[in-house]
């Protein structure tokens, strides 16, 4: 993995670069990162924690214990009616099986009165088992929707959290591609699910009613004749189960690589048409998919040894089902029966033990189904295991911090500083600085010295190796407002453009604030090019606005919030020079106080001090 940097912090891109895609290349090979994916202790424990989520158990107590509103938010009533609908379905399908061998009785006696009566109740039956089968197809439907809500709002709740998101993005290089785990993956372990419920779920109670049926007929020797089938199926399959597991987490990976290649060609489209690097791209997306599909051909070709041995499984099966009923047949038990009974008795047998074994080989059957679902919970409970990771970590170091504390402060103070980046380059030794209400200072330094990171370390998300930065209690959540130099435009409408971190429903942002902005940042313009303050314009917003405008744009965020400090990196970098000069006087009028970085020489006159780095972890704190 590389780091892609264009600027600023929040512009950091993690982009899985050319040797990803070769060291995954190999689709036999283990794993790119030596892990393999198994149905294994690990993929149950996984498992495990997936279904209490779904069933919103509390950890520590048995799985069956839940609270009344547990059982009301969770996928439990759900389940419980797709599960009675299955069942009730199964029975009808029972009576529906004994349809034939009520015909042979009626038709070998000749009798036209009971044939005609039958055919009602028969009627019945195929209405019922058909109305049946439809509904346990639609609340099948509704569960897998269920689960997918479930866990994504788990996931969402998690994932989308002050530093987890950003450390899990860009410091967790092991955990590939989040976004398509939460949006992709989850969606198709919810449908796996689903197939895998019904079958799995129902069989033992079917296979107890039709082993009983089996055993009144063909005595002891028939359902054991077919168990031990179950068994030779079972150890067979489960031998190609496992490479299937892995095969589809890796390609699920790749997916996700080539998804984002995707997005990156869509959202550099105009860099790649200036720089004309469209064959370089093209060979690119083409070794992405290369890969990709050799992953996917891996997960094809070893299905087929598993849908051959599968296949044998069921259809050597059927043959199996007559061998059971012909042991009591020559045993000579149904010797006392006429042809009719007998042929009656013998289709009944049949259907019996063919069931029984059709059940089996359902649960067999299931095993292809099951090594897909291993590799999306893999998936799922890795992404899962590496949020609980970093929520650790953030515990420690809130502890510490706890344990840490001191006398509040009323301004910024950085206590004996000193920083390193991750990979250990140093940035700043033993800084100590206090900023005060209105002390305007610019950080200045080549690039690469450290500028950004220090401002990384202020918003929290780098931890200092040593002393302390300590932040006001910040008395109105926007307080300190950090603008990049690439700003971010949510997918909204105007109003949501200003309001943004708050959302614009709950900000209060009349008409004429939202006028008096535009005029503010000098884009009193774009009130004519939009449909209305609230017309949503999704990404439209960087085609509609160039990137100075949309620094602009953002700066209306500041004057809409006026925080007490507004860190600003590099933020009016793509501004002209009156623009650039005419905002910050506006910010020092409305009384916030400036941290800056910027290449600039325009921007140091509105700071009382500058803050240079070398680079090499030296500074120099001047005042101007
Ligand atoms: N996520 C990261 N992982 C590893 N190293 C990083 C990371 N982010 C930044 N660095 C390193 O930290 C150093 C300082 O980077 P920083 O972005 O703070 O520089 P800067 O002074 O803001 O540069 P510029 O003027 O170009 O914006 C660089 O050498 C960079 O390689």
């Not at 794993?31 to 149905?39: A, D, I, L, P, V």
């Not at 309001?499 to 008409?511: E, F, I, K, V, W």
């Not at 793509?574 to 600039?600: F, W």
Request: glycine share 6%; charged share 20%.
């Amino acid at each position: 993995m590389r780091l892609m940097r264009s600027g600023s912090f929040s512009s950091l891109d993690v982009v899985p670069d050319s040797n990803d895609v070769v060291s995954a290349h190999n689709p036999d090979s283990t794993s790119s990162n030596g892990k393999t994916y198994r149905f294994d202790k690990l993929f149950l424990q996984r498992f495990h924690r997936l279904l209490r989520l779904l069933f919103r158990s509390t950890p520590g107590t048995p799985f069956y214990t839940m609270s009344k509103e547990a059982r009301q938010s969770s996928v439990f009533w759900l389940y419980i009616i797709f599960l009675g609908l299955a069942c009730g379905t199964e029975w009808l399908v029972y009576y529906v099986g004994l349809i034939p061998s009520r015909f042979y009785t009626l038709l070998s006696a000749k009798d036209q009165g009971g044939f005609l009566a039958f055919m009602i109740p028969c009627l019945l039956l195929i209405f019922g088992v058909a109305a049946g089968k439809a509904l346990v197809v639609y609340t099948g439907g509704l569960l897998a929707l269920k689960i997918r809500r479930l866990l994504t709002n788990h996931l969402h709740n998690r994932y989308i959290q002050p530093k987890i998101m950003y450390t899990l993005v860009l410091a967790h290089s092991h955990v590939d591609n989040p976004d398509q785990r939460i949006a992709q993956d989850i969606d198709k372990f919810a449908e796996t699910v689903r197939l895998i419920l019904e079958k799995l779920i129902i069989s033992p109670f079917l296979v107890v009613l039709y082993t009983w049926q089996c055993w009144s007929v063909a005595g002891f020797l028939g359902p054991s004749l077919i168990y031990l089938y179950f068994l030779l199926g079972s150890l067979l399959s489960r031998r190609f189960i496992q490479p299937i597991v892995s095969a589809v987490f890796y390609k699920e990976l790749q997916e996700g690589n080539f998804r984002f290649l995707h997005v990156r060609l869509r959202q550099f489209a105009e860099s790649i048409a200036f720089a004309k690097g469209e064959y370089e791209e093209n060979t690119r997306a083409k070794a992405s998919l290369n890969t990709l599909l050799g992953y996917q051909r891996s997960i094809v070709n070893k299905q087929l040894s598993l849908q051959l041995a599968n296949q044998t499984f069921s259809y050597f099966g059927s043959i199996l089902s007559y061998l059971i009923v012909a042991i009591p047949v020559f045993a000579g038990v149904f010797d006392d029966k006429d042809p009719g009974e007998l042929s009656g008795i013998i289709s009944k047998n049949s259907f019996v033990s063919m069931y029984l074994i059709f059940l089996f080989s359902t649960i067999i059957d299931q095993s292809d189904k099951i090594s897909v679902l291993a590799g999306y919970v893999a998936r799922i409970g890795e992404l899962l295991e590496a949020i609980d990771e970093i929520d650790n970590d953030l515990d420690s170091v809130r502890m510490e911090s706890i344990d840490q504390e001191q006398d509040p402060v009323d301004w910024i103070v950085f206590e004996k500083v000193s920083l390193l980046s991750p990979r250990g380059k140093h940035i700043v030794t033993d800084l100590s600085l206090e900023i005060k209400d209105g002390q305007h200072i610019v950080l200045m330094g080549p690039n690469g010295s450290g500028k950004s990171s220090l401002l990384r370390a202020l918003a929290g998300l780098w931890s200092c190796s040593n002393g302390r930065i300590q932040v006001p209690k910040l008395k109105y959540g926007k307080d300190l407002i950090f603008l990049p130099q690439m700003p971010y435009l949510v997918q909204g409408s105007l109003r949501d453009q200003l309001a943004y971190p708050s959302l614009s429903t709950t900000a209060g942002m009349t008409d004429q604030d939202v006028r008096l902005l535009l005029q503010q940042v000098r884009l009193s313009h774009l009130e004519n090019m939009i449909d209305s303050f609230d017309t949503a314009y999704g990404s439209e917003w960087d085609k509609l606005l160039s990137p100075g405008e949309q620094q602009r744009l953002v700066f209306a965020r500041l004057f809409y919030w006026k925080p007490r400090f507004a860190v600003l990196d590099e933020s009016t970098s793509a501004m002209d020079s009156d623009t650039e000069s005419y905002l910050y006087q506006t910010a020092k009028d409305m009384n916030i106080t400036l941290i800056s970085v910027s290449h600039h020489p325009n921007v140091v006159q509105y700071h009382h001090r500058k803050l240079v780095l070398d680079g090499e972890g030296h500074f120099i704190v001047d005042y101007l």
